[in-house]
């Protein structure tokens, strides 16, 4: 029998989903809503309800692991949301990564559409598949920030070294800088930019990226800007639970309320970070699984929900029909007919007599 080394991506599915979202009956098409708005409103519409679940998962060492070439806790997180979580919770990616590598990442990656994307470090947020930008958040960052001034001072300061083009935004400037300058430079350059009347955030993450953004700016304020607005809307999601590993995640850990994971490959700054700020504060763990596996523990762990992946099913050929639900059977077929191109599955007649039921309750559902 021929074998296939091919894995079909649990992502490509994310389409068939997410594609629901634009003909929903309730897509706002009221031309005196800013489109801004309505791709908002469009996101949490697509929920029966408000949402059960939301993550807010750094991408780089979080989400995506880099060492894990096969990409399986990445697929495992896929398979776990898209059979108990897509159609009831929200997924939002905060990256420090500027939307030409965000996009340069989905190319390499199998990462799934996400309801949300905040990108540049917290200060550009973005709406569904489409990414279109939150206009209220822009005017927000406006204030008191002034990026030629940014760029004048930084001039001055031999030890910074400006980051690739793509990576300057319109609220955020990056450089890279040694480890051991690193406290000293921010200091001064703290000093100055306040004594030219901006008021700024300075971060530094990576053991070598340091981003100047508007004060109001980060990952953190990007989060809470979010649940503002949705508990305007009377849609504050359930629970909410927050993913990452550098510095520049530190601000997610310290909204109210929510649930926090650092994955166990965080780096020294998160981890100084959560000793000095949140060491007793019980909704933030420490995970003992990398990246994306990490999350799922986390999801166990404070009992936000299902947290076996579909991938860690190795029979697939369970008949029970007691609950019924689409989103799973669908992913659970992805899996067969991955281990099937791949001659992984034994005793056919079994799968394909399960199949042939989901089939039949599909047609009836």
């Given at each position: ?14 389409s ?21 708005e ?7 519409n ?39 979580y ?27 559409v ?6 540049s ?9 489409s ?63 306040e ?29 809470a ?46 981890l ?25 523990q ?21 008949s029970?029909?007691?609950k019924?639900?689409p989103?799973?059977e ?36």
């Open positions: 029998m021929l074998r296939f080394g091919t894995v079909i991506p649990i992502s490509s599915y994310s068939i989903t997410c594609s629901c979202i634009n003909n929903h009956p309730h897509h706002p098409t009221s031309l005196s809503t800013s489109v801004s309505a791709s908002l409103k469009a996101t949490m697509r929920l029966a309800g408000v949402a059960r679940l939301m993550i807010v998962s750094d991408l780089d060492h979080t989400m995506v692991d880099h060492h894990d070439l096969d990409n399986l806790a990445l697929l495992r997180f896929n398979a776990l949301w898209e059979s108990n897509r159609n009831n919770s929200l997924l939002v990616f905060s990256t420090g990564r500027s939307p030409t590598l965000y996009k340069e990442l989905r190319k390499e990656k199998p990462l799934l996400p309801d949300i994307t905040i990108m470090v917290g200060t550009e947020i973005t709406y569904g598949n990414m279109i930008p939150d206009d209220g958040w822009i005017e927000i960052l406006n204030q008191k920030w002034n990026r030629n001034v940014v760029s004048e001072e930084t001039k001055k300061i031999s030890e910074l070294t400006l980051q690739s083009e793509t990576e300057q935004r319109p609220h955020k400037v990056s450089f890279y800088i040694q480890k051991d300058k690193a406290e000293d430079i921010m200091k001064v350059l703290s000093t100055r930019l004594e030219r009347g901006l008021d700024v955030k300075i971060i530094y993450s990576g053991g070598m990226d340091l981003d100047i953004l508007p004060q109001g700016a980060g990952k953190g304020q990007a989060l800007y979010l649940l503002k607005k949705f508990k305007a809307e009377g849609n504050l999601p359930h629970s909410t639970l927050v993913c990452g590993d550098s510095g520049n995640d530190a601000e997610l850990f310290s909204i109210p309320d929510v649930h926090g994971v650092m994955v166990s490959n965080a780096q020294e700054e998160l100084q970070w959560h000793v000095a700020n949140a060491k007793d504060n019980p909704k933030i763990i420490h995970a003992t699984e990398r990246c994306a596996a990490g999350i799922i986390a999801i166990g762990y404070f009992n936000l929900g299902p947290s076996k992946s579909p991938r860690d099913v190795t029979d697939l050929s369970d029970k029909m007691e019924f639900d989103a799973y669908v992913v659970k077929f992805y899996l067969f007919y991955e281990r099937w191109r791949r001659a992984e599955v034994e005793n056919s007649e079994l799968y394909f007599a399960n199949l042939k039921a989901v089939c039949v309750c599909l047609i009836s559902f």
